[in-house]
């Protein structure tokens, strides 16, 4: 059955006026799915806004097409917020990971999402990048590896829900 999974994230930035980095949320991301075609629970999943499916990472060495996309991907920012909003649809079907020996969920057991992030630095004309994710310690704080100006603070894990 087609599932829909909301992501939210949200940054604290410096005031724009003193952000000229061009800090923007990149259309990728990789969330963690039980995925039927393998059989197996919590793969990690490659999405790429755009593109008409996504891709499970498997073990690596079986990396494989999944039914599943970026829907919709709304950026937002305010004087000192960064907030990205997206939705993912993505074909679950039920089964048994005999390995972990657990039932699949429509939306994994702990679900794991990862969003990068990219800039631009005024001063050496190069770009950078980095990405926020769960299951990490907050608050982080991250600045630019060319000239160390503060980027963002990274003080809430993404939130991550299955819409009904
Ligand atoms: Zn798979
Ligand atoms: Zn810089």
Known sequence: MLRTVEI???LTSPPRSEQSHNLHWQRTLQLSLDCFICGRTGRTTRFEHGEEHAVCTGDRSAEHPAAARIAGFDVTS?????????????WWAPFHDAKRDRPAQALTRA???????????PRSQRTG???IQSNVV???SEACAHCA??????TRSPGI???P
């Open 78 to 90: 305010g004087r000192d917020r960064l907030m990205l909003r997206t939705v993912v649809d993505y």
């Open 129 to 131: 990048s980095f990405s």
């Open 138 to 140: 907050r608050p982080v």
């Open 161 to 163: 829900r299955l819409l």
């Open 149 to 154: 100006d503060p980027l963002a603070t990274d």
């Open 8 to 10: 939210t994230a949200e």
């Open 111 to 121: 679900p794991w999402v990862r969003l990068p992030l990219g800039y631009h630095c």
